[in-house]
Each structure stands twice: as C-alpha cells, then as structure tokens.
C-alpha cells in the first residue's frame, strides 16, 4: 500500500541541498554552495535560515521615490500599525539614517545587516542611497549592507554598487513575460517617459535581467524575490525560476501576495485574493529543483528592525535617536564579541548534528509518512515562546530524510485574542486555521484553555520540549509519534478536516 | 504656464531631481513648484518630468487647474471602485 503524504513533492525527492537525504536539516541547505558563498551568508539573517533565528537586520526609509508602479504597491500608504514592504512610518535623510544604524548597532548587536529597500525603489533615488552607504562604510565599517530594487535602474547602478561593498541585491521578479508582466506593472518611468502596459513590462524585465547577469559577473550575492499572484503569475514563477537560477540567483524567494481591500491597491480594490498556505507551499517545493528556497522571508517594512518576524522600529524613532549619545568604537567591540558567540554556538551545534545523523538514519529504515509540525519560538533556535504570547509560528515538516524549515504562518496572540478579528472568529480560531495541516505545536507553554481545541482540531499541543533546539524536539516528536504507531496511517478525519 | 502640486502629494521626492528647471522644491506639508520657473518642460522634454513620474493621481495641476493624472488614470483602479 503506498503511504499518504501530506506533501508529495518534499517527501519523494529532498530538495534545496539536501538531495543527499541524510543533511537532517535544511539549515544544511547551503552545503552545496561554495565556502566564500557561505561565509558570506552564515550571519545574514535574509540569506540564511539558519542566520535568521540568531541575527537582525534593519532597513532605512531612505528611498521614497519609484520608477514603476505595481498592482499591490498604494504609494499613498503610510502607515505604523502595519507590517508589509512599502509602508514606513518616516521617511529619512541619509544623515539620520547613518545616525539611526549605529544607535541600533550599537543596542541591538546581532544587527549585523542594512537593507535600503524603500519604501519606494532604492535605485530610484541614487544620491540617497549612495550617500548613506559611503558614510556607512566610513563610519559602521562592520555592518553589512544590502540593497532590493525592483532592477529598472539596476544595470547603471551596478558599477556605483560595488564601490560601497554592497555584496547582497535583491531583485523583485515577477515575470520574465511582458504578456504576464502587464498584469502586474501598470506603468514605468524610463528614458523621461511614463510608458504603461505590455511596453513597460518587457523593459522592466530586460533590465532586470540584464541587472542580475551583471551582479553575477561581478560576483554579487544575488536573491530573487518573486510575489506568487494566483492566476497572473503562479503558473510562470516556475519557469522564472529555472532562468534565475541559470543566470546564477542563489536564492529564491517566493513570497504570497498580500491584498486586501484596505490597503487601496488595485489588486486589493478589485478583489485579486492572495495564496493560501498550501498553495505557496506547493509553488515553492515545485520551484525547488536544486535550487534554494527561502521560506522565513517575513516581507518586512522598509523600516523593520530587529530580528525577522519581530519590528522593534519604535524604540528607534528620530527623537529617540537623536537623544542616545553612540560610542561606536565600542559598540563594535561589543558587536564582535557577541557575533563570535554565537558563530561558537553555531559551531558547536553543527557538530552535535553530525552525530544526530544516526538517528535519523534509523528512522528511515521504516517507511514513514512526513508530518507538519508547528513550533512557538522567540529566536535562539530553540522552542522558547508561550502558544498564547506568538504572533507567528514556525512551520516544520519531519520525515524519513530528516526535518525541513516550510515556512511561518502569523496569527493573533491567544492571549490578546478576545472580540478583536471580527466575523465572531476568536484568536484561537485564527490560530487552528493557520495551523491547518499541523499535526503538533511545540511551544514553551501552553494553557489548559487552548488544548481542547487544538486537539480536537487535530493539532496536539507539546509542551514538553521547552528550550530545546527546534530540530531536536521536532525529530523526537517524530520519534515518539513512529514508536506509537501513527506515521504508518491516515491522520485521522478532524485533523483532515481542520 | 505652470504647474502646481497640491495636497495629494505624499513627499516621494521622485520629481524634484527630474525637474529641468530646478522649479520643484522640498516645502512643508508637501513639495512646491516655483510658478516664476515651470515651464511644464516646453523645449527640455516632450512630456513633462513631474507629472511624468508622480505616482499619485491629483496631485499635479495645469494652470486650468486640471488634474495631469486624472484619478484611475495610473493605477488602473475602476472609477467606481475609487469612489467606495
């Protein structure tokens, strides 16, 4: 009898660099990559998964200016309360800027990245850009810096881009058919003239790719970030995929489409829906190949600080900055110290996974059935958050080859829950919906309250695995779910059903 | 012969460096153009720069007082699906 699969395509061919099926972990996902590529990476929280869990990055609003317009862009959004590329709460000049960098550097020193990312289109406003990278590099010398454009101007920034180090670009792609394209950009600005539709869309992608072949051969890290659109792109962004990889992207990005009517953009005022989770899962394990994912993308503000998936902006304000007196001499001592710690724990923990390895050779003498588990984590890479206090959950599949990152999916925290989600839908309702196809959620603790429900809908709440690494307590659950017998059948109807 | 920014504008700065006339300027709440300078870009430009790349529809005036993007006329949004 053949095993059902929650996830066919993940469970019959490993992917990402793990074809050789005994990694365990997809952190291991860069084993394949060259070691000056992966050197590169280790500490960037937006290249590496493995990264993200430990390093922050924050973005300056530098760049408000765009070239283009995109149907899920409202230029006129501005907004704090909100958390999606695009929207800032102030813009600013790129002394404050430099200024706002190195008070975070100097507060929060897993900082270890800079992105320029808007809210418009960093390579939309050179002289900015430029000018806060060159005191950057002048002034933060250990701060990593990046750039994400939507790869208009790209291909005469190229030049201008390496004088300042910038060894990270991300492009947004959505297409590579101007036929496609014109369902997404309705106009660009190029060579003083706004040209709309079909026109505008083939432009917008000969610069982009002729913008990625130049940053390869300059040997820049390249990430492509594409918005999955269904029924506009979701079918094409398998064959971009394939051409970004050729072209020698390292990273790709498949991110779903946020849209709702609030928002006033064009795709949310005519009622273009988003992915469901499944869907994005599916587009990104078909879009795998041999090439990287990225699945703990968290599409950030273009003034997001902290670690991904958290804001801590606020306490970063132009009148706070303006009252810290930075010492960065010695807030780069600090930084360095807390970066080797880490990159010791990191060591240290690749290690300890080497001898894992047995255990999951064991688990695949028997044929068993992958499974999703969710996990409540505050960084760290261990299971360290209340189920009632996470605003997201991590989303990871354990099978015979090992454990695999999916993904994450936000919710409202339980315990702020109450009336607020509308529709009568409780927090805790929102939170089973999104965990649809879980079978566990491993958290630090969780109430008495929430586990009937959760069990019910077919998601056993773990509360035993409490400061634990994420992978280990995965594998074991997984363990503990073979010895008893459930990795051989059917999940059972309520889970199927939630 | 001039234009002139209105309330609409949201301080994307994506103008004022296209403007060959240096008419356009930072002001507070929003950007300005000089009347004195504007030429609407008679002899530099086929199109004018301003109205060329400003990505919010109203924000740019003729001298007639008529908007240069038109509301819809950008985004593509439905008028009727503007107007809720």
């Known amino acids: ?498 | 012969m001039a234009f002139e920014i209105i309330e609409y504008c949201t301080n994307c700065y994506a103008c004022e460096p296209l403007c060959p006339s240096k008419a356009i300027y930072e002001a507070k709440p929003h950007f300005l153009i000089d009347p004195a300078k504007c030429t609407e870009c008679a002899g530099d430009f086929e199109e004018p720069q301003c109205a060329s790349i400003c990505p919010i529809e109203g924000a740019i005036l003729n001298e007639d007082g008529e908007e240069l993007n038109p509301p819809g006329s950008l985004t593509g949004i439905p008028l009727q699906k503007l107007a809720a």
């Open chain 1, 1 to 498: 009898m053949e095993l059902p699969v929650l996830n066919n395509t993940a469970s019959e061919a490993p992917k990402g660099g793990c074809s050789a099926g005994s990694c365990g972990s997809t952190d291991d996902q860069m084993s394949h990559l060259p070691d000056s590529i992966r050197d590169k990476v280790k500490n960037h929280p937006c290249y590496s998964e493995e990264a993200h869990h430990y390093f922050a990055r924050m973005h300056v609003a530098v760049a408000p200016a765009c070239n283009i317009q995109c149907h899920y862009c409202n230029r006129k959004y501005d907004c704090s309360n909100e958390s999606r590329p695009g929207v800032v709460s102030e813009v600013l000049n790129p002394v404050q800027a430099v200024k706002k960098v190195m008070a975070v550097a100097a507060t929060i020193p897993q900082m270890t990245v800079l992105g320029i990312a808007g809210p418009g289109d960093a390579l939309a406003n050179p002289q900015r850009t430029f000018d806060t990278f060159r005191m950057l590099n002048e002034q933060a010398p250990d701060i990593k810096l990046c750039v994400s454009t939507n790869g208009l101007a790209l291909p005469e920034n190229v030049e201008e881009m390496c004088k300042y180090n910038i060894d990270h670009v991300t492009i947004t792609i959505n297409c590579v058919d101007p036929d496609v394209g014109a369902k997404i950009y309705p106009w660009i600005f190029w060579n003083n003239k706004r040209i709309k539709g079909r026109e505008a869309a083939a432009i917008l992608i000969e610069q982009q790719q002729k913008g990625l072949e130049m940053l390869v051969a300059k040997g820049v890290l390249v990430k492509v970030n594409s918005v999955m659109i269904p029924g506009v792109n979701d079918k094409h962004l398998e064959e971009v995929s394939k051409i970004v990889k050729a072209k020698g992207a390292f990273l790709h990005n498949v991110m779903p489409l946020i849209s709702e009517e609030e928002h006033g953009t064009y795709y949310g005022l005519t009622g273009q829906r988003g992915p469901t989770n499944e869907e994005l899962q599916a587009l990104q394990d078909a879009c795998a190949g041999d090439m990287n994912m990225m699945r703990h993308c968290r599409q950030c503000r273009a003034d997001a600080v902290g670690l991904l998936g958290e804001d801590r902006g606020a306490e970063f304000t132009l009148d706070k900055i303006e009252a810290m007196d930075i010492d960065y001499e010695a807030a780069m001592k600090m930084r360095a110290e807390v970066h080797a710690a880490i990159n010791e724990e990191l060591e240290s923990k690749h290690k300890a996974k080497e001898t894992k390895l047995v255990s999951i050779e064991g688990l695949k003498k028997e044929a068993t059935r992958p499974v999703l588990m969710a996990v409540a984590t505050k960084g760290g890479g261990v299971i360290n958050e209340h189920f009632g206090h996470a605003s997201e959950f991590l989303i990871y599949e354990a099978s015979g080859n090992g454990v695999r990152f999916i993904g994450h999916r936000k919710t409202i925290p339980y315990c702020e829950g109450g009336d607020t989600c509308g529709d009568g839908e409780s927090a805790l309702d929102v939170t089973i919906r999104e965990l649809s196809g879980c079978e566990v959620v491993l958290c630090s603790k969780v109430g008495y309250e929430p586990w009937g429900p959760l069990e019910a809908a077919g998601i056993q709440p773990n509360g035993e695995h409490a400061m634990e690494a994420i992978e280990d307590a995965v594998l074991a659950v997984y363990e503990e779910m073979r010895v008893a017998g459930k990795l051989a059948a059917e999940p059972d109807a309520a889970q199927k059903a939630a």
